[in-house]
């Protein structure tokens, strides 16, 4: 009977009564709660089934929540790679009730309640192998793995899961950004280390080495939030995570290193990113499917030397990219020989190739120019048009070699680099400058042998420089590799920077990003002007791209070593890089009796016509007698490169991360904290800030539906904040931009106001000038300086019309000089005035206000019909603000003690804070928080807060060491808008203050006249 009960039981499985239930494709929950051990606390598990697609193999992908527990968000990005890619994306609900801690970030290796070590069958990790079991009989899935990605805390949980936990199914884990780690370190604790925990010999901590398992950081995960773990273990991982990451990297191969054991963890280190999650996860996914580009390397003995390809594979495998490569390669051969080649057509004819490198003989592309168009842009264009034919996504790349190392070298140099470009620029091909990365070597490390003993092949440094600069050409962001290919690595590390720095720095040159002007509108509306400057860049060939930080430093040196007298060079500190930021001081001698003007450029990495502006301006007021009237009433403080980290590379923001343009009053970037320290010791009356702007907008689409521009080439931002003192806002917006403008229209260039296009209810409106502090425009102008402030015509032009740009640049520069020295009594009264007001404190303080809305005309360029046009577009004036919340001026700000970084902050903008002597009791308005929201996306790091505020009067008793922050001071309107709580881009609003709903700011307003403070 009991034989039959089996065989029925049986029967009735394979029937389907007993069958799992069928998972249904799309997106779906189900409720997991077969695995006994966790019976009692079933898991709602979220997912996506791509709807088309081989469902038996799709990849099987878990993804782990943040600290918030929050699946909805992760659930939606997942969902768009899982239909991109073709995998299935399941995210485990692991509620904070049911999971807390212990049980979610710890796995559940300590049973907190009874202070014990749980059996690993009884920790979260079993149950995710018993979901896949579960997964896979529910979607047919034939798969026998599954791969683990978890950000943040579902990072922490990723790193334990793979320590502590030996799944039979795990292909591949990726481990994103924890808070903290445990180290598999037999000399510290759970959760820190393992030495309490049995189970984790030495045995096992090198399988877990062995395991195939990446370690995702982001370079600007770097913010030490109020969540973020500062236990002393924890803080002894390091200040941030991703200090924390670097170091437990750091501990696993030093401990691997020191067994002789095998370790195949990766690091990636992903730049422009800080602690997001969704943008992580979406650069983890190609890694963790394994796609790979592809690339097709055809030349000769220059591409066989020293394992180029290999090199280019390492590289790549090293900075977290598979990238797959074959070669077909013969000593000597040229384009036209791999023509006729069976085996080179073969190879292009299999598809599916990213990139397909074309190589030509040395010289071949150095001859005259109508030899090299018959013998190799064919060629060139056969190969070509088969990669069109078989790889249509693919991308042909011109490996620019580089000339002999002869006395012809820069001859050939030169023709080799206008003919690779001249054919990059008719095939609409890449372009992989080696060649010009080769002659910056040469220039800047002449003790870097580049050259095989024969004067022409590469040595292994020439070849691992030109394995970077395809590194940088293929995968487009910058890196630090810690593949050396047997180089010092110092050496290799500067090979490394020098190649990026190279591609990055010029990718419109090299096609990567192709012009977004036709050629057309820059001859007919964009001529450059007939005088040539010998300046960094513009003494350069157009074929070797913006003059790199080495040139611009020597040709700053070289000017300051011929007139020590007049002008000096210095350095304002150092960068997070390490590179120096130079400035330039003329005439500080006698300061005291000329007038103080700031100028800088370049505080964008990406514009650099402010940069060659600067220069000219340098040679010129050195050079010319004009120039050296000018000195004779004006002492200036120069700075020519402000983000010299982000000019390096041709990026808008630093290397931290931040807009610097962005940061000028939460001084979170320690570039801003330096430049900021200058300006104050410097202590101008007058200051320039040199920008470029980006022409081309997708809303001016909206006009004639075709692809348009703004026309003009010099737009002039205006600090609109009502704080600002009336004679400097009269001064910065009257005399010296109308001043400014004319300099321009005799020079045959053309201006108007900088605006910001909006798309509302499918139509453009503007918006015009600066508003709050953030910008260096509004915050020279609180400080009681005449503010400057220009965008000349030019992000994404690269070298075209660059003498234009950087003369727009110089000309507007040499106005504001010329008409501080015509005009410098009036102007040194108007300021005074402006500075007398302020510390009498007569006017109430505008906390909020709005721009008025008008209708301005705004000139346009057409480029499909290459004409120029006028458009009236509704504009909000920044201007003509309305006020909103406005309160009266107190006599000065008190805070407690504890407002060190505030203070730090303030003092470092040029604000005067003193500290109390002695207690004393005040009666303040205190601020109490009646509204809180923070927004809930991330904006330069932070997520802004917006608060409203009631004021109360009260008597509060202050302690010796309390702040003091009298508004009797030049620098009272920035203190203002900084510290009162509402103001936008405030320190409330920028989160240097953190406060809550219901709570009192630690800022009060002093407000006695007759106190005896």
């Not at 500062?230 to 002894?236: D, G, I, R, Y």
């Not at 400057?533 to 070797?544: A, D, G, Q």
């Not at 980290?645 to 931290?656: E, H, I, T, V, W």
């Not at 509402?982 to 709570?999: L, M």
């Amino acid at each position: 009977m009991k034989k039959l009960l089996l065989l029925l039981i049986i029967s009735l499985f394979h029937t389907g009564l007993y069958a799992f239930p069928e998972m249904p494709v799309g997106e779906g929950m189900f409720t997991y709660k077969e695995y006994l051990p966790f019976a009692d606390r079933p898991v709602d598990v979220h997912y996506y089934i791509p709807e088309s697609g081989d469902i038996r193999n799709m990849p099987i992908i878990f993804v782990f929540e943040g600290a918030d527990r929050n699946y909805g968000y992760l659930l939606k990005a997942w969902k768009e790679e899982a239909k991109k890619h073709q995998f299935m994306v399941f995210i485990p609900q692991f509620d904070l009730e049911r999971f807390p801690l212990s049980d979610y970030q710890e796995i559940g290796v300590m049973d907190k309640k009874n202070n014990g070590i749980r059996p690993v069958e009884e920790q979260t990790p079993a149950l995710t192998d018993k979901m896949f079991e579960y997964i896979r009989q529910c979607s047919g899935s034939k798969r026998k793995g599954y791969m683990i990605y978890g950000h943040s805390a579902g990072g922490q949980f990723v790193q334990r899961f793979m320590l502590f936990h030996d799944s039979p199914y795990v292909d591949k884990a990726v481990i994103s950004a924890p808070g903290w780690y445990t180290f598999p370190d037999t000399t510290q604790d759970y959760p820190y280390g393992v030495r309490n925990i049995p189970y984790i010999t030495p045995e096992a901590i090198k399988k877990y080495l062995a395991k195939p398992i990446i370690l995702q950081l982001a370079t600007g995960d770097t913010i030490r939030e109020s969540y973020l773990r500062k236990t002393p273990q924890a803080e002894m991982q390091g200040r941030n995570r991703y200090e924390r990451g670097n170091k437990f990297y750091q501990y696993l191969r030093q401990i691997a290193a020191e067994h002789n054991w095998p370790c195949n963890w990766q690091k990636i280190e992903e730049e422009g990113l800080g602690h997001q999650s969704v943008e992580m996860g979406q650069r983890a996914v190609p890694v963790m499917l394994g796609d790979s580009l592809r690339a097709l390397f055809i030349g000769n003995s220059y591409t066989h030397y020293n394992q180029l390809v290999y090199q280019v594979q390492s590289l790549a495998v090293s900075i977290g990219h598979k990238l797959s490569v074959k070669s077909v390669e013969y000593g000597g051969w040229t384009l036209k020989q791999h023509v006729a080649n069976p085996e080179t057509r073969k190879a292009i004819q299999e598809g599916n190739w990213d990139f397909v490198i074309l190589q030509e003989h040395s010289q071949a592309p150095a001859g005259e120019k109508e030899w090299v168009k018959k013998n190799v842009y064919n060629a060139a264009y056969s190969l070509d048009s088969l990669r069109r034919l078989y790889n249509p996504k693919g991308k042909t790349v011109f490996y620019m070699t580089w000339g002999h190392d002869i006395e012809s070298y820069s001859v050939m140099q030169q023709r080799l680099a206008e003919n690779y470009l001249e054919m990059t620029k008719q095939l609409d091909a890449w372009c992989a400058p080696v060649g010009i990365a080769w002659k910056r070597v040469r220039m800047e490390n002449p003790d870097i042998t580049l050259y095989d003993p024969d004067r022409s092949h590469p040595s292994l440094q020439g070849s691992y420089l030109a394995a970077n600069v395809f590194c940088s050409v293929f995968f487009g962001r910058s890196y630090t590799s810690t593949y050396y290919a047997d180089l010092p690595q110092e050496e290799a590390l500067y090979l490394q920077r020098t190649a990026q720095e190279t591609v990055l720095g010029n990718l419109t040159l090299w096609n990567i990003r192709p012009f977004t002007q036709p050629e057309a509108v820059t001859r007919s509306f964009y001529p450059e002007p007939e005088k040539n400057y010998s300046t960094p860049t513009l003494r350069k060939p157009v074929e070797e791209g913006l003059a790199s930080l080495f040139e611009i430093t020597q040709y700053l040196k070289a000017l300051t070593n011929k007139y020590p007298e007049k002008v000096t060079l210095s350095n304002i500190g150092n960068t997070p890089q390490g590179r120096e930021i130079p400035i330039l001081y003329f005439g500080h001698a006698d300061a005291g009796k000329k007038m103080k003007i700031w100028i800088q450029a370049g505080l964008h990495g990406n514009e650099p016509a402010g940069t060659e502006a600067a220069c000219i301006l340098s040679d010129y007021l050195l050079h010319t007698p004009t120039g050296n009237a000018l000195l004779e009433k004006n002492a200036i403080a120069l700075i020519p490169i402000a983000n010299v980290d982000g000019y390096a590379l041709q990026n808008r923001k630093s290397s931290c991360h931040y807009d610097l343009n962005r940061d000028q009053s939460k001084l979170a970037d320690p570039v801003t904290c330096m430049l900021k320290e200058a300006y104050r010791k410097w202590n101008p009356q007058i200051a320039l800030d040199i920008h470029e702007f980006n022409p081309v907008r997708k809303e001016f689409e909206y006009f004639r539906h075709s692809e348009a521009a703004t026309a003009d080439d010099v737009l002039f931002l205006s600090a609109g904040h009502p704080n600002i003192s009336t004679p400097v806002g009269q001064l910065s917006n009257g005399l010296f931009r109308e001043e400014a403008k004319k300099a321009l229209t005799t020079g045959g260039y053309s201006s108007g106001f900088y605006f910001t296009p909006t798309i509302e209810n499918d139509s453009v409106y503007a918006v015009k000038d600066a508003k709050s502090p953030q910008s260096s425009a509004t915050f020279q102008a609180l400080t009681n300086t005449v503010s400057l402030f220009i965008e000349i015509r030019g992000i994404g032009l690269g070298r075209m019309s660059f003498a234009r740009r950087a003369e727009c640049g110089f000309l507007v520069a040499r106005s504001l000089l010329e008409t501080a020295a015509h005009y410098d009594k009036e102007i040194k009264n108007t300021l005074q005035r402006a500075i007398e007001e302020t510390c009498a404190g007569k006017n109430d303080v505008c906390v909020t206000f709005q721009s008025t809305r008008k209708e301005f005309p705004i000139s346009f360029i057409d480029f499909g019909k290459n004409e120029r046009f006028t458009q009236i577009l509704p504009t909000l004036d920044a201007l003509q603000a309305k006020p909103e919340i406005i309160r009266k001026r107190p006599k000065a700000y008190v805070m407690p003690d504890t407002c060190k970084q505030v203070v730090e902050k303030l003092r470092i903008l040029g604000v005067e804070v003193e500290q109390l002597e002695y207690p004393n009791t005040l009666t303040v308005q205190a601020y109490r928080i009646t509204k809180y929201q923070q927004s809930t996306q991330e904006w330069e790091n932070i997520c802004p807060v917006n608060v409203s505020t009631q004021l109360i009067e009260k008597k509060r008793k202050f302690p010796a060491g309390s702040y003091l922050v009298r508004l009797n001071q030049k620098n009272a309107n920035l203190a203002i808008t900084l510290l009162e709580p509402e103001s936008a881009n405030g320190f409330v609003n920028f989160e240097v203050i953190s406060t809550a709903i219901g709570e009192e700011l630690p800022i009060y307003r002093l407000m006695d006249s007759n106190s005896s403070i």
